[in-house]
């Protein structure tokens, strides 16, 4: 853009006269300005601004510029008495590519003392991108009498992407600075050329464990064999870096080690501690402790890891040094590898490691004295069930627990089987064994918190309420579940507020538990919120809240039981009609006013009677007394009732019950009665079986027939069914809800029939009751098949669904149409771990033939010809560790699960999917590593999920795999 010469006086102005930011900011923006006056603006901004910001921003802008008139005044720059400008200088003077410059730059860096070492890298980048003019004036200060200058050429000439002069990087190998010679190693790898070999051989030798390392990196990349004897002597060496670079550059030269010696010395290099412990070869123990001294606390780690782990009593002094070692970590492997060990002169050491400042050393240090066992352990492991934290107090339990003690107090035995998760035995010691409890609380185990929680509520102190509502969170189902068990049993009023919230939880489980509680608290309070659960989406809380209702005694309580009645569920039915009967006199007056009600649905009539009759109530109007005698009378088709029994024997005509219809329909033809409304002549003819008059009522129809296809008589379902099939797309609805219907013995098959014959409306409501109702996927994906075309693209939709079962019925279904428009849904479940191998046999039959790479890997896995993806491994891996990145989660389950079936122990594969979960991994790719049944998987994603305090799912949703959507109509059985 064009600013034009107006702006550039306005600019100077600003450059010369305005505050501190609009200088920066004028000389950072100056450089798009396309008049050349703008660069001398800049020259004098960089000469005579007083902020060393704004010089460094105008230096950085004629960088931007490149205008070669800018050379000399940023050479002059380099001097300037702030670093920042020196530097931005030397970066726009790079920019330029004007070798008079490097010279000036060099000496920069002699004068600069406070130069940071990520200024100085900076520097070697910015000398190395001259390119080639670089390499003389480099050359001639590689022989500065300043070490600085030194490292600072030697850098410099390592990454210069010309090739680099040889000779003088070989002298500064003998360098006085370790800088230097690091440098110049580094360098002499990246040249290529032979004769660097032997100075670098020579440099293994050098008393810095950097350059050592540097320079078995350089042999690595040089690929020359002679340096394999050298390499493989230090691959022993006392520094970390050094065996570790030594390792990987002799796999880069193709070396395989020829004896065990060798094969010992390259994985302690290598640092495969779990490798070395595997191989159990005892010629390890020497060269181990030896290296114990590495500087590394990971080596330091690592080393005494496998010294445990090979079992040699020679480690014993050693591993007991480590126990005073500065890193904590250390510490711990050295407790840990104590008790593997298995050698008494471990447990004084031992025992004042339970002493120390960090509880992950206290925790393996008592585990270990469990492990060596001795009576002098048992008082120190007594004394550390007291440890403030929670985990070195459980280890300690459990170590006291192989040793038998004796405990002088009844005080201490609270404490050992509170921390043991045995909270059963400590409750019948009495009010001691409260605060050991309320510790457990803590326990790192769920078991032992839930058993805590649970003990606490038997042993009746109310002190507990407010540490168990504070378990109303925990992450595990089971602990916040035994909490609201004991906060009911502890009756105590600070609880219901709490329990209350608690009935609006996520979880299912947590919500009947809060129902329960507030049943045994018997607070009135909860009669609104236990009311408003009877709408719950998921039955086993409506069961709950009708039981919890029945115990609180109160009429608004008898209210809602009445509303229960209604439920269609015969679970919560006869729980409310339970509850209604043990309440006794306080149901009786409203259970009176629904029986009267012609408003009230006719179930809730038929159970009412029968409630008030258990109640031994008495009819007193003339009208309770009719509705007595019609809806409770089993033998009312044997009498003759009057004109007063029409209100209630009409009703009567949409009992739930064949028979209970017929009789009624039969008592109102004798009165000679005839149907006032279209809604009542069609439950009359359902009543009577007359299918073919109610097909021909048709919508008033429908709501009779769809009660009439749910009725306890077979020959009842099957000829509504088939009278609804007959009725067009007003019947779907219906039927859909009685293939919903629950009840004892009940068949779906029937109303399914029916759908089947409706066709096309039916797909839509189908697919969605194969969502919802897994139990009825299979039936539902049967009656689509039967339906044919229309149900072709509302299956493939459902190949999408989160639900594995149904898309596994999807695709089975989608295999029997055999139909060529479902190939493209079908080609993208291949990759699904659950549903992947019926979409294979789909395309199978379509004649289908994949197109790229990514369709053959999954199409051949599906199909399981593992042989001919191991053929092309280099693709198969691609294409799996592209569905590993991906966000399609059962693709994620279905590469984790491939790679784990064609290369079970192909470690690489591990180490870059454990890379990926540490990178950025989510619950759910953890939770899938879990399930991949590969142990190293399962550990890294436990151990992820426990630095973020996550869970993989709560135990309910664990132990129901097909509840992983809420159940909205009935329970799953």
């Known amino acids: 853009m064009n600013i034009g010469p107006p702006s550039v006086e306005a600019l100077s102005r600003l450059l010369t006269k305005g505050d501190y930011n609009a200088r920066k900011l004028t000389a950072e923006r100056l450089w798009r ?60 003077l790079a920019s330029l590519g004007d070798e008079r410059a490097i010279r000036p730059i060099i000496e920069m860096m002699r004068t600069a003392m406070m130069m940071n070492p990520m200024t100085a890298a900076s520097m070697e980048q910015t000398l190395a991108s001259f390119g080639p003019v670089a390499v003389e004036p480099l050359t001639e200060a590689l022989k500065d009498k300043d070490a600085r ?39 002499l790898g990246k040249t290529g050329d032979k004769r660097a070999v032997e100075p670098l051989i020579a440099a293994l030798a050098d008393g810095s464990d950097d350059v050592r390392a540097e320079a078995s990196r350089a042999l690595g990349n040089l690929g020359d064999k ?139 240090a008592a585990m270990s004295l469990g492990q060596l066992g001795g009576k002098d352990a048992i008082r120190p492991l007594i004394t550390a069930l007291n440890d403030k934290d929670a985990r070195a107090r459980k280890a300690a339990g459990e170590a006291l627990k192989g040793l038998k003690p004796k405990f002088d107090n009844d005080e201490d035995r609270a404490k050992f089987l509170a921390v043991t998760g045995q909270c059963d035995k400590a409750v019948k010691l009495g009010k001691v064994s409260f605060k050991p409890l309320l510790a457990a609380l803590e326990s790192p185990d769920d078991k032992t918190r839930a058993s805590a929680a649970a003990a606490l509520g038997k042993l009746g102190d109310k002190r507990a309420v407010m540490p168990l509502l504070k378990l109303l969170g925990d992450r595990e189902a089971k602990v916040s579940n035994a909490s609201v068990k004991s ?12 329990l209350m919230e608690l009935l609006k939880d996520k979880d299912w489980f947590m919500r009947c538990a809060a129902a329960n509680a507030l049943g045994k608290l018997g607070d009135k309070r909860a009669v609104g919120p236990l009311a408003d659960a009877l709408k719950d989406t998921d039955p086993r809380v409506r069961l709950a809240a009708v039981e919890a209702l029945g115990g609180l005694k109160d009429k608004k309580a008898v209210t809602a039981l009445i509303t229960a009645l209604s439920i269609e569920n015969d679970r919560v039915q006869n729980r409310a009609w339970k509850a209604l009967i043990d309440l006794g006199p306080l149901s009786v007056e409203p259970l009176a006013v629904k029986l009267v009600d012609k408003d009230a649905p006719v179930t809730l009539r038929l159970q009412a009677v029968d ?55 039969g008592c109102l033809q004798r009165l000679e009665w005839k149907p006032g409304t279209e809604a009542e002549r069609a439950c009359f003819f359902v009543a009577l079986g007359r299918w073919t008059e109610a097909v021909r009522l048709g919508a008033p129809a429908l709501k009779p027939l769809g009660v009439a296809v749910k009725d306890s008589d077979k020959f009842t379902r099957v000829a509504a069914a088939g009278t609804l099939s007959k009725m067009g797309p007003g019947a779907v609805k219906p039927l859909i809800a009685a293939m919903k219907n629950r009840r004892q013995f009940y068949d779906p098959k029937p109303p399914a029939k029916a759908l089947a014959k409706i066709g096309a409306p039916a797909v839509k409501p189908l697919v969605e009751l194969m969502k919802t109702h897994t139990h009825l996927a299979r039936i539902a994906a049967d009656t689509l098949v039967k339906i044919g075309p229309p149900a072709v ?40 771990d659950h549903a992947g191998s019926t979409a294979a046999e789909a395309l199978n039959k379509l004649s289908w033939k994949p197109s790229n790479n990514a369709e053959r890997v999954h199409y051949l896995f599906a199909r399981r ?27 994620v389950k279905n590469a984790v699960y491939a790679l784990g079936t064609l290369k079970p122990n192909d470690r690489q594969i591990t180490d870059e999917l454990i890379r990926l979960l540490t990178d950025s991994g989510s619950v759910v790719l953890a939770e899938d590593f879990i399930e991949s049944g590969r142990p190293r998987l399962r550990r890294a994603a436990r151990a992820w999920l426990k630095r973020r305090q996550k869970e993989p799912g709560r135990m309910p949703s664990m132990r129901f795999p097909e509840m992983n959507r809420s159940i909205p109509d009935d329970f799953r059985r």
């Open 33 to 92: 300005l396309r008049d050349k006056r703008a660069v001398g603006l800049l020259v004098t901004t960089l000469k005579q601004d007083k902020s060393w910001h704004v010089r460094a921003a105008a230096a950085k802008s004629l960088g931007i510029r490149r205008d070669k008139a800018a050379v000399e005044p940023l050479i002059a720059a380099l001097k300037d008495k702030h670093n920042d400008v020196g530097v931005n200088a030397a970066r726009a």
């Open 793 to 832: 693209m509302p299956l493939v939709e459902a190949l999408k669904d989160e639900n594995d079962y149904v898309r596994e019925y999807a695709a089975e279904a989608l295999c029997k149409l055999n139909d060529k428009r479902s190939i493209p849904g079908l080609v993208a479940t291949l990759a699904d």
């Open 611 to 665: 409630i008030l009759r258990r109640l031994k109530w008495r009819p007193v109007t003339e009208r309770q007394k009719v509705c007595n005698s019609v809806f409770g009378d089993p033998f009312l088709g044997r009498r003759q009732p009057g004109p007063e029994s029409i209100e209630p024997l009409v009703a009567m005509l949409k009992a739930p019950r064949n028979r209970s219809r017929r009789t009624a329909a």
């Open 149 to 187: 200058i030194r490292r600072l050429a030697a850098g410099a000439l390592a990454k210069l992407d010309v090739k680099q002069p040889l000779e003088p990087l070989i002298a500064a190998l003998t360098d006085k600075s370790s800088g230097v010679r690091y440098r110049a190693a580094g360098g």
């Open 226 to 364: 002679r340096a394999v004897k050298a390499l493989v002597a230090i691959l022993l060496n006392k520094g970390g870096r050094t065996r570790s670079a030594a390792a990987r550059a002799l796999k880069k030269l193709d070396w395989k080690p020829t004896n065990p010696d060798e094969r010992v010395a390259m994985l302690i290099a290598s640092s495969k501690w779990y490798d070395l412990i595997k191989l159990g070869d005892k010629r390890a123990v020497e060269p181990l402790i030896g290296l114990l001294g590495d500087r590394s606390f990971q080596e330091r780690q690592g080393i005494t890891r496998a010294l445990g782990g090979l079992g040699d009593k020679r480690a014993v002094k050693p591993v007991i040094a480590m126990l005073k070692d500065k890193n904590w970590g250390t510490r711990c492997r050295a407790a840990e590898a104590l008790g593997k060990l298995g050698d008494k002169r471990a447990v004084e050491p031992l025992i004042a490691a339970i002493k120390d400042e960090d509880e992950q050393v206290r925790t393996a």
């Open 487 to 498: 906060l009911g049993k502890l009756r105590d009023k600070r609880a219901i507020p709490p």
């Open 865 to 891: 010809q593992n042989d001919k993806l191991l053929e092309r491994w280099s693709v198969t891996r691609k294409v799996l560790m592209a569905d590993i990145h991906s966000d399609h989660r059962p693709a």
